[in-house]
């Protein structure tokens, strides 16, 4: 099972998704938003594919994904969406997020470390994809 082993883990991102969150990080708005910086230093080192040809179990916009926090045994059901969307209350959780940056483009036992608002530490590992916007067909979404 992939960990990060002090290198993130190689990601997978929809040319789809990649168009829509460049052009939203083009964002005057945007432009030198810490978590925007975060997010495109994430889609530097991602493997850009069709949606058509992106593996069901991969973290795309959209996605509905079980995780568990394996430092704190403790589930989460998310669906990783742009900001405009998010509802944390709905388990609706912005790419624009820590959460949801380290997110994208992990697949099925990935896991990733990272640090919440106020320093509490979190190891997310993916152990399941519910709904892929890309391997529902759904191109539209």
Known sequence: MPTNSGLPPSIVVSSRDMARLEAMLDSPA???HPAAVALSQELE??????PEEIPA???TMHSRVDCVDELH???????????H?????KGRVSVLA????????????????W?????RQLRL??????????AAGDFHR
């Open 73 to 83: 045994d403790e589930q989460h059901s998310l669906t990783l969406v742009y900001p």
């Open 115 to 119: 640090t919440a608002p106020g320093g």
């Open 45 to 50: 080192r991602a493997q850009v594919l069709p």
């Open 85 to 89: 969307e998010a509802d944390f209350d």
């Open 98 to 113: 820590p959460v949801g940056s380290a997110l994208l483009g992990l697949s099925v036992g990935q896991t990733i470390d």
């Open 125 to 134: 590992r993916v152990t399941a994809v519910h709904y892929q916007p890309e």
């Open 30 to 32: 945007l432009s030198r």
């Open 57 to 59: 179990g991969i973290v």
